[in-house]
């Protein structure tokens, strides 16, 4: 001991405290061989089997989880046991003083069930509550050390773990999954340096510009205080009251209330860091950064009426088509897409690139493509997993740096903070989701539900009775490093509250926005507006918020006053005058149309309506052709069980259980020769009325008579075209060699679905 106090006389980090660069660089601290093996540093350097496996990650393999089998708990072949593991002879009756005598105190064993059971929920996150999670990977195209040394961009083919989050942000943890809403992309990377969260949205902006905002934003959006209404929805009084007196969420509103907000699946929508970062290499020099996940699957929505309905139907329904599409082996799929710039082309921009409640347009600054992300393996545990996982903007890596964007700012803060009551204390990353693969060593210590057993008596630094370990790594030594910024010119040592002026400039983005929508998209968004308005008890408030419309366009203002039945009121006053025009007429990488994905029909939904005596050797080959093309079909009928004589065929759910709301296509099957034909089922009749209004393809595999007639669907547009989303086969006795064959109609069918 006395020898290893004497190998440090003094603490040498602590000059490099003072002064100027270079000295103000962190040093790597020296660590000491401890000179007698039998003092307190041997614990210190107890050896730990290093999981970091790095670039020979395999795919959705996150060596993390690995270390972790001991916690992970199978029960096969076991006898049922306490927490202490005393094996429990009767699982069935509590101890009781005679039969039918009351229930002894002395009961350990019911009282320690009764009281885990007692203390089995935490609360739930305050905001993004409702989420689904999958495990995965993320692979590197090409390397990225002149941008970045952030390990996940260090060699090409690379793959780091990850845990990915997706979520609604307003409902309550149990509330449905279609709701309109942004919906959260929170993503984890196990990197060989550390966790990096990148916590971000399927919309590219947000409401407000400022953190100071959040608590307003949540609590005006939040079912009411009073009466708890609505759940999981912006169409309230409060929501609208609060954005209509905020003009900077004028373009962050026309995004919830586009199609984006009610995606088809988490699949099938894209994702957004939203902030502007910075990227910085071992040099030390930095750019900034936007990060873009674009899904393979393309980007694709939901209408309104199907929204709704599918709530009723299957209040899970993303959380199933994540699940089911991983476990059938169709591996969602995005690629990470960064728009990289400097200061001096932001300087330029007519927007502030601190501001987010901008975006930095694709057309001004591409998308470089730098890898891709794969979801491949479901969590084992819904709550030890996805409900514990902890995403907090905090987590950053080397290579990877904020700004001073002060929306980000605040959430540096906040979501340490929020674990701590959620999870229960300051030990929140040892739980196994949230353990970094790089190893953890510090001096913090204690806490509740403290994991790490450390050895030795030092937990301070500088020691020199531990050699100085764990050691103050440095830049060299792979320490993180703050790159060092000027604070803006303007305002510069002042201490003040306020915006920069770029950022007074409201509605410029949300008129690109709009302009930048396709026709069907720009009447979705109108009719949004109107629904959520409708709801709204206040007329002023309705008012207010067309007034605020007004300045985003005349035509969208005019649109939505119109079905709330007053005239267009005078556009709010806006904070700068002359209005700021964007740099663009339009964008047309705003549309969803934009992202039609890889073409293919991988795990789309597709029923095949079908009953007793219906034509199944048809069925059959449209069964056939839909999963060879990677679709997904399910018979569907009156009731379960098996068709006909052959038992490989059978409906798999009823009508009641599967509407034509949870499927992205219909097949009809010929029932020509059926003794109860499908036209004479209400909830067939139903079931094509939906897919019909909802501009799914439909498949008529027996001609245009039967449930097609029955529903009596136009089959030619206005404009004597045939209506290009139905597939009609010829009818059986039809000869006529000018119509299509049943294969022909069945390959065209695929197609229109995909
Ligand atoms: Fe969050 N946000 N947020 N947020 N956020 C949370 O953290 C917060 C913001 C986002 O799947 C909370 O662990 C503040 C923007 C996602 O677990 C909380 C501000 C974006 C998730 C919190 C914002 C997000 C959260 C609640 C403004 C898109 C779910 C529970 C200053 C870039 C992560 C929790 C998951 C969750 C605070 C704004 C995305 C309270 C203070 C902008 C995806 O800490």
């Known amino acids: ?58 795919p959705g393999h996150n060596p993390g989880n690995e270390s972790l089998d001991r916690v992970r708990v199978d029960s096969g072949g076991q006898a049922l046991t306490t927490n202490q593991g005393v094996r429990v002879a009767d699982n069935q009756n509590s101890l009781k003083a005679g039969l039918r005598g009351p229930t002894l105190l002395e009961d350990f064993i019911l009282r320690e069930k009764i009281t885990h059971f007692d203390h089995e929920r935490i609360p739930e996150r ?3 509550a409702r989420g689904s999670a999958a495990h995965g990977y993320f692979e590197c195209y090409d390397p990225l050390d002149q941008l970045t040394m952030a390990a996940p961009f260090a060699a090409a083919g690379k793959r780091t773990p990850v845990f990915v989050r997706f979520s609604t942000v307003a409902g309550e943890r149990g509330s449905f999954d279609t709701a309109r809403d942004v919906r959260g992309f929170a993503v984890k990377f196990y990197t060989d340096d550390g966790n990096w969260d990148l916590v971000g949205n399927n919309i590219p902006v947000f409401f407000i510009q400022d953190a100071m905002k959040f608590p307003d934003l949540v609590h005006a959006l939040k079912p009411e205080p009073h009466h708890a209404m609505p759940q999981a929805a912006s169409a309230h009084d409060t929501f609208w009251d609060f954005v209509s007196l905020m003009p900077e969420s004028a373009h962050m509103l026309m995004w919830v209330m586009s199609d984006r907000a009610i995606p088809r699946s988490y699949r099938m929508m894209q994702g ?30 939901l209408v309104w009426d199907e929204a709704v309905k599918i709530s009723g139907a299957d209040p899970d329904f993303h959380r199933r ?59 084992d545990n819904f709550f030890a997993e996805t409900e514990q996982v902890a995403f907090c903007t905090a987590h950053i890596v080397p290579g990877i740096d904020f700004t001073n964007d002060p929306l980000l700012q605040g959430r540096i803060h906040s979501y340490v903070d929020t674990q701590l009551t959620r999870l229960g204390g ?12 790089a190893q953890v060593h510090n001096n913090q210590r204690d806490g509740l539900h403290r994991q790490a057993i450390h050895r030795g008596s030092v937990s301070y630094e500088p020691n ?43 509605f410029s983005q949300a008129t690109l926005f709009w302009r930048s929508q396709s026709e069907p998209e720009q009447r979705h968004i109108a009719g949004a507006f109107r629904f959520e308005l409708s709801k709204v008890q206040v007329p002023a408030v309705r008012e207010r918020v067309v007034s605020l419309l007004a300045n985003v366009d005349a035509g969208l203002a005019a649109a939505v006053a119109e079905g709330l039945g007053f005239a267009v009121p005078a556009p709010q006053p806006r904070a700068l005058e002359p209005a700021v025009e964007s740099e663009l007429d339009s964008s047309p990488a705003l549309s969803l149309l934009a992202r039609p994905g890889d073409g293919g029909v991988q795990t789309r939904r597709v029923a095949l ?92 595999l027996g001609g245009p008579g039967g449930l097609l007639a029955a529903v009596n669907l136009p089959l030619m547009l206005p404009e004597g075209e045939a209506d ?31």
């Open 321 to 379: 088509d994540l699940w089911e599409a991983i476990e059938a082996g169709s591996f969602p799929e995005w690629e990470l897409g960064l728009q990289i710039f400097d200061e001096e082309q932001a300087e330029n921009f007519r927007f502030d690139v601190l501001d987010p409640t901008k975006i930095v347009p694709e057309e001004l600054v591409p998308l470089l493509p730098v890898g891709r992300l794969v979801l491949n393996r479901n969590p």
């Open 724 to 754: 290009p989303g139905l597939f009609v086969c010829a009818p059986p006795s039809e000869t006529d060699p000018a119509l299509r064959t049943d294969a022909d109609t069945v390959t065209a069918f695929i197609a229109g679905l995909a």
């Open 426 to 437: 300051p030990n929140f990353h040892e739980i196994p989701i949230n353990a970094s693969i």
């Open 126 to 128: 305050v905001v993004h």
């Open 1 to 58: 001991m006395q020898q290893l106090a004497a190998a440090r006389p003094f603490n040498e980090l602590k000059a490099g405290e003072h002064g100027r660069d270079p000295a103000l660089q962190p040093q790597a601290g020296t660590p000491v061989e401890p000179a007698d093996e039998s003092a307190t540093a041997s614990s210190v350097r107890e050896t730990v089997v290093s999981i970091k496996l790095g670039s020979q990650a395999q």
């Open 609 to 700: 309506l079908v009953v007793d005596g219906a034509d199944l050797a048809s069925l059959r080959a449209a069964q056939t052709a839909l999963r060879e093309a990677g679709a997904t079909p399910r018979f569907v009928g009156p009731r379960i069980g098996p068709l006909g004589a052959d038992e490989s065929m059978a409906i798999e759910m009823s009508f009641e259980q599967a509407p034509s709301v949870l499927w992205d296509a219909v097949v009809l099957a010929n029932d020509a020769a059926a003794a109860r034909p499908l036209s004479m089922y209400g909830q067939a009749l139903d079931f094509v009325k939906d897919q019909y209004r909802h501009c799914k393809p439909i498949l008529a």
């Open 272 to 301: 957004f860091g939203v902030h502007t970062f910075r990227l910085v290499n071992a040099a030390g020099e930095s750019k900034l950064c936007k990060f873009h996940w674009s899904p393979r699957a393309g980007t694709h929505s």
């Open 464 to 506: 020199s009775l531990a050699g100085g370990c764990p050691f103050q790594a440095g830049r060299a030594g792979g320490g993180f490093v703050s790159i060092p910024t000027p604070f803006p010119a303007t305002g510069e040592g002042d201490k003040l509250r306020g915006k920069p002026e770029r950022f007074a400039d409201h």
